[in-house]
């Protein structure tokens, strides 16, 4: 069984700055992509940026300049850095790992995690 859990969301002021986390945990023989997704109440979930294994990223376009996804593939987590957070950021942030492959499990699997929230105020 796959798990991912994410960590590092809370309350920042404007301008601040948060780090996420997402680890996923359980038998894996690779994850082909890795991401960040968000919701914000009333809203649909929206892809945040994406990751590749190779390194290959891409960004909202509400995010670039601000944000930096990376992963280290060797521990299967992915970590989105947040900079220069605005209030329109506030949503529940979830990770998803895509294109999973499990030993003696024909096939690729998705996987999401539980959501960690992030509130942009003062």
């Known amino acids: 069984q796959v798990q991912l859990v994410e960590s590092g969301g809370g309350l920042v002021q404007p301008g601040g700055s948060l780090r996420l986390s997402c680890a996923a945990s359980?038998?894996?023989?690779?994850?082909?992509?890795m991401a960040w997704y968000r919701q914000a109440p009333g809203k649909e979930r929206e892809l945040v940026a994406r990751i590749t294994s190779d390194g290959s990223t891409s960004y909202a376009d509400s995010v670039k300049g601000r944000f930096t996804i990376s992963r280290d593939n060797a521990k299967n987590t992915v970590y989105l850095q947040m900079n220069s957070l605005k209030p329109e950021d506030t949503a529940a942030y979830f990770c998803?790992?895509?294109?999973?492959?499990?030993?003696?499990?024909?096939?690729?699997?998705?996987?999401w995690g539980q959501g960690t929230q992030v509130t942009v105020s003062s």
């Open positions: 998803n790992a895509d294109g999973v492959v499990v030993p003696s499990t024909p096939g690729r699997y998705r996987y």
């Open positions: 359980g038998s894996i023989f690779s994850i082909s992509i």
